[in-house]
């Protein structure tokens, strides 16, 4: 019984991490501007993230949020917020950068707090990754299926969103690539910008 629940719950998020959104653009960022450790921490706390979704899912805060108009839609704001600031620092970024700095940026330290508070934010604010996990947890998973099972899943939902972004990291982090895409790292940072602006956007007015 409980491995056909796996698999449907593993087929689900598969589809829904390989897909493009706010993780997947931060982490991409990450990688090529600060390297693959920073894509990694990044990466780590996109995966706490994601126990943070699973936890308040078990105890049932998810369905309060989501039966709460007034609760998801603060929600909502707060993420689309937090996002808008972020393609907002990386379009100011951009308009700051010449081929000397670019250079120099490449061998910039790595703060593994922040690169790990950024992905955990992040994932952690993101509305449609409440919705998605409430899905999880109210529509795939049965009532009946254990608590430690439930914990089970979790875990496994969490280390295959840190080896799927871990992977991104050292693909994006290796310096042929980052070399490559930091010589238009105007135009990079901009279009990342523009891309979490958008994220920000659908998040607010979409979600």
Known sequence: MYWTEFLTIAIAHLFAVASPGPDFAVVTRQSVTGGTKAGLWTSFGVAVGILLHVGYCILGV??????????????????ALYLFYLGAQSVRQSTRLQEESMKVSMEVSVDPGKAFLLGFLTNGLNPKATLFFLALFTVIIDANTPTQIQVVYGIYLALATFAWFAMLSKLLGRSSIRDRIMRSGVWFERAMGAILILLALQIAFNT
């Open 62 to 79: 998810a369905l309060i949020v989501s039966q709460s108009p007034t609760l998801f839609n603060a929600m909502k704001y707060i993420a």
